[in-house]
């Protein structure tokens, strides 16, 4: 079946680096792919999204190509704040209207 | 607008009880799914609703069941409790058939003693 795998975690950046938190996806046909962020406490929220090859998702900094060639949706940020810790999910989507998560990365930013 | 309403926010039952969660959708979602978030994982797929029907299912046992109401809100019943069901259970409402436009609850935290 389809399947989602992330990079292990968890990740400590200092403010202002770079990020980049890896993911690889297993699917038979042509998922729709996304990042999800859950801060404490809190449910998911979708943080972007791409629906085809070579779509770029992108929001709030972030961002996310999907590449079919490498089945791959690296999210990717420049400058990472003390406010981006949280936990992020790449998943996906396809037909059948379920989600398919990873099993998410925990990042924290120390100031 | 109200996002997703779950509740209870937080549950403890003791092993062999039997546990009902409720869900509210955005308003405008005609479709309910359900998650089951363990401790460190992603979120697993248990079913969704439309129409009143469900209309996927999960890898999860008979015990887990649910219905849909004619408002779109929804409940999701565990019996037989396990201490393996302990987790965060995660609403998402939808439009039937629109694969980007979920949104999610902030769960409800059982605890399974």
């Known amino acids: 079946g389809d399947s989602v795998t992330q990079m292990e975690g968890p990740v400590t950046l200092s403010e202002e680096a770079f990020l980049t938190i890896n993911c690889t996806y297993t699917?038979?046909?042509?998922?729709?792919l996304f990042w999800y962020v859950q801060y404490p406490g809190e449910g998911l929220q979708l943080l972007l999204k791409?629906?085809?090859?070579?779509d770029k998702g992108s929001n709030k900094g972030f961002e996310a190509t999907y590449r079919k060639e490498t089945t791959s949706f690296h999210l990717e940020k420049g400058s990472v704040q003390v406010s981006d810790s949280a936990v992020y999910f790449c998943?996906?989507?396809?037909?059948?209207?379920?989600?398919?998560f990873g099993q998410g990365t925990r990042l924290t930013i120390n100031p | 607008d109200a996002g997703v309403t779950q509740s209870p926010t937080h549950l403890i039952k003791t092993r062999g009880q039997q546990v009902t969660l409720r869900c509210s959708p955005k308003?405008?979602?005609?479709?309910v799914s359900w998650y089951q978030q363990a401790l460190g994982q992603g979120p697993q797929f248990i079913f969704q609703?439309?129409?009143?029907?469900?209309?996927q299912r999960g890898n999860f046992p008979d015990r887990f069941s649910g219905h849909q109401f004619p408002n779109y809100s929804s409940e999701l019943n565990v019996n037989a409790l396990l201490l393996g069901d302990s987790a965060l259970y995660l609403c998402?409402?939808?439009?039937?058939?629109?694969?980007?436009?979920?949104?999610f609850g902030s769960g409800t935290r059982l605890t399974v003693v």
């Open positions: 998943a996906l989507i396809q037909g059948a209207q379920k989600l398919v």
């Open positions: 609703y439309y129409e009143e029907e469900e209309r």
């Open positions: 699917a038979t046909g042509y998922p729709s």
């Open positions: 998402a409402s939808s439009f039937w058939g629109v694969h980007y436009g979920y949104t």
């Open positions: 308003s405008g979602h005609d479709t």
């Open positions: 791409a629906t085809k090859a070579d």
